[in-house]
């Protein structure tokens, strides 16, 4: 205990409060980034109800189903990592952490596999197939593509931001008297498995 | 700042957390395979709500934080459902 409240008093300008509350400050930006898509994705199904029904026909629930499964057991693996580093358990927040980026990389591989399927007929952004489809299929391919591309583009972050955490961990300049960075970057893969509970059933399950 | 006191979630939260969500995706996926008109959307985003404020909860710790965080977030999501509202009272009556 002694030893930490040195290291503590070392760092004046420590502050992680301040440094939590400024990653809640950009998850808002996050979120209402995607919440604006979320209500163009609402209107125009709203206004093409038979077009989304029939173009959602063209993706796997099994393989959506398989993802959701993966980033909720990844996002558990985060939030088990921190409870391990609070506990002063290093090799346990190592292991969830490594999970958490393996699991990651599967989800993108699968990502992958169901785009690339989607290529293969010709289908994707700006193909000739796109361009001839009716509006309302066009509509919900373009806004599949964009989101589901832009919530790969967070997923890839993320992995980024917990590879470095776990790089921190390693060397001991994250630890459990300081672990502010792994705390913002568990908020951050949190995110991301955040939108993409919403965008499952609203891409996936359309009745 | 400094006397903020950091509350350790046991793991076996999180596994049971972990467990409710799969659950609450399994529901999901059965409940929109049925023919329920159009309260399958909405029973599908009810869940999805569920789970979104269960990930809120737990795995963001916004039970056992400080209350700002619990205060900042509802006050975020009240804006983006009153945008959601206004916008289908737009399209619905005009």
Redesign the interface.
């Known amino acids: 205990m002694e030893t930490m409240t040195h290291q ?1 008093h070392a760092d004046a300008h420590r ?4 440094s ?2 400024g990653m ?2 950009f998850i ?1 930006t996050e ?2 980034l995607f ?1 604006g898509l979320f ?1 163009v994705y ?2 125009y199904r ?2 093409n109800p038979v077009a989304f029904h029939l173009a959602h026909e063209e993706l796997s ?1 099994t393989m959506g ?1 398989i993802n ?2 993966i980033l ?2 990844s ?2 693996t ?3 990592s ?3 580093i ?2 002063n358990d290093r090799k346990l927040t190592l292991l969830m952490l490594g999970i958490t980026l393996l699991l990651a990389l599967t989800f993108l591989v699968n990502k992958y596999f169901e785009w690339g399927g989607k290529f293969e007929h010709g289908m994707y952004p700006g193909s000739e197939l796109m361009k001839n489809l009716s509006n309302g299929d066009m509509l919900f391919f373009s806004l599949y593509f964009f989101m589901t591309g832009l919530h790969g583009v967070h997923i890839i972050v993320g992995m980024v931001l917990l590879g470095i955490t776990l790089y921190k961990v390693k060397t001991g300049a994250v630890n459990s008297g300081r672990y502010a960075l792994l ?1 913002n970057s ?2 951050y893969w ?1 995110l991301v ?2 939108i993409w ?2 965008l ?3 891409f996936y ?3 | 700042m400094e006397n903020e006191k950091h509350h350790i979630v046991p793991y076996l939260t999180h596994i049971m957390v972990l467990l409710g969500l799969i659950v609450l995706t399994v529901i999901t996926v059965l409940i929109t395979s049925v023919e329920l008109g159009a309260y399958n959307t909405t029973a599908a985003l009810i869940i999805a709500s569920l789970k979104g404020a269960v990930v809120l909860l737990y795995f963001m710790h916004l039970k056992f934080d400080h209350k700002i965080y619990w205060v900042m977030v509802s006050i975020v999501i009240a804006i983006f459902a009153a945008v959601i509202v206004v916008t289908f009272f737009d399209y619905l009556y005009r």
Do not use: N, R, Y
Request: overall charge negative; glycine content about 4%; charged content about 10%.
């Open positions: 503590h502050d992680d409060t301040a939590k509350i809640w400050l808002f979120i209402l919440g209500i609402s209107v709203h206004m629930i189903f959701t499964i909720l057991v996002s558990a985060v939030a088990i921190i409870s391990a609070q506990k705390e568990g908020l949190h498995d955040l509970i919403f499952f059933p609203l399950l359309i009745h």
